[in-house]
């Protein structure tokens, strides 16, 4: 059984930053972060292997948030991390920490555990 567990969500204004937080137990293989914003499609955010040597390889990002965001991790601490700059007002959503089934390059396919999620609202 994996549980994931998000935090540090908040209001930021455009332009700001905001560092999330995802505390992991159980096995993972691949991680990723993933958001929701009201009325709208789940979007994936982020995409990588879970302790594995990253020299050969870069994390999926959408296009949207490439340049912008970085997911990283401290695996001593079991935790995933999603540092999130310059946000836009329509960064605003929920924010999931997620296992992830396969990932690629260009697309990532999540998988059967999720976080409660933190909110993110970036004010205009």
């Known amino acids: 059984q994996v549980q994931m567990v998000e935090s540090g969500g908040g209001l930021v204004e455009a332009g700001g930053s905001l560092r999330l937080s995802c505390t992991i137990s159980g096995l993972v293989t691949a991680v990723g972060w993933f958001r929701q914003a009201p009325g709208r499609e789940r979007e994936e955010v982020s995409c990588d292997n879970w302790n594995i040597d990253k020299t050969y390889h870069s994390p999926y990002y959408s296009s949207s948030?490439?340049?912008?965001?970085?997911?990283?991790?401290?695996?001593?601490?079991?935790?995933?991390?999603?540092?999130?700059?310059?946000?836009?007002?329509?960064?605003?959503?929920?924010?999931?920490?997620?296992?992830?089934?396969?990932?690629?390059?260009?697309?990532?396919?999540?998988?059967?555990?999720w976080g409660q999620g933190t909110q993110v609202i970036v004010s205009s």
């Open 65 to 113: 948030v490439k340049g912008r965001f970085t997911i990283s991790m401290d695996v001593a601490k079991n935790t995933l991390y999603l540092q999130m700059d310059s946000l836009k007002f329509e960064d605003t959503g929920m924010y999931y920490c997620a296992a992830v089934r396969a990932w690629g390059g260009s697309w990532c396919l999540v998988g059967d555990y």
